[in-house]
């Protein structure tokens, strides 16, 4: 083990990129999905009424 290879394991785990990226994948798709329902619900509501 090597200076340089202790210094890539501790920046690799002192950042989380994976995990930061997979909250923002999930929270994008929720958001996406929320705004499609509210939208057909809006259109159902126009034809009904």
Same mark, same amino acid.
């Given at each position: 083990?090597?200076?340089?290879?202790?210094?890539?394991?501790?920046?690799?785990?002192?950042?989380?990129?994976? &995990?930061?990226? &997979? @909250?923002?994948?999930?929270?994008?798709?929720?958001?996406?999905?929320?705004? @499609?329902?509210?939208?057909?619900?809006?259109? @159902? @509501?126009?034809?009904?009424?």
């Amino acid at each position: 083990m090597s200076e340089k290879d202790l210094e890539q394991q501790n920046s690799a785990h002192e950042e989380h990129p994976d &995990t930061r990226g &997979t @909250l923002a994948l999930l929270l994008g798709y929720m958001a996406l999905i929320v705004a @499609l329902w509210s939208y057909a619900y809006i259109l @159902l @509501l126009q034809r009904g009424g």
